[in-house]
């Protein structure tokens, strides 16, 4: 729990792009500690949900990343003023996968955030039985915070002059695109993927 909110607060306060997303990962990866360690079913089928949507949408916001610094220059995310009007669709991407790495429904992190909040809720660990949940959710609201802060600021030209389009290969696009939807479909399609997890023998 403790790693949740560090690597949650030390990427909000990390200006540099992918080491805001590195710090991030460190919050996100404590989510599948936290599921296991509560030695519950429902704990543990959060800790693996968790590992395949978070692979999936951290995949394409470094992508996004990659895009942002190749096409741009910048690697700073205070310096991402106006990336929207240059990079509509990576911009776009990034949002809806902020919103999947939140957990906002019916993107997969909702539901393995969920099933490792009831797997603490359930499990016999006293004064940590709700303390599980409160870290949850304040890992939530920094994630909210550290990703949206971005997508907001890149709506803005800030003391810039609108810049043009850029063009970027439908090659680089194309992973990004099917990973942000597969952060939405996996959550649509959750209680499947779960199925399938436990006939490979990944949750008992």
Sequence with gaps: MITILYGSTAALREQR?????????????????????????????????????????????????GVIIQKTGKTR????????????????CFTLLGVALVGIPPAGGFFSKWA????????????????????????????AWYLF??????LFAGDTEKQPKIKVAGLMLL???LLTAAAFLTGLFSGSLSELLSRLGLII
Aim: hydrophobic share 55%.
């Design 149 to 154: 802060q971005i997508s907001v600021r890149s």
């Design 77 to 92: 995310a205070d310096e991402l003023h106006g990336a929207s009007d240059r990079l509509p669709l990576a911009m776009w």
């Design 17 to 65: 792009l992918k080491t805001r997303l590195a710090y991030s990962t460190v919050g996100q990866l404590s989510y599948l500690q936290l599921g296991l360690a509560t030695l519950t079913t429902s704990g543990a089928l959060g800790a693996v949900l968790h590992m395949v949507f978070h692979s999936v949408a951290k995949s394409a916001l470094f992508m996004i990343a």
């Design 175 to 177: 992973p990004i695109i």
């Design 116 to 143: 490792i909040a009831g797997g603490s809720l359930t499990s016999d660990a006293g004064f940590f039985t709700w303390l599980g949940p409160v870290a949850l959710l304040i890992g939530a609201l920094l994630t």
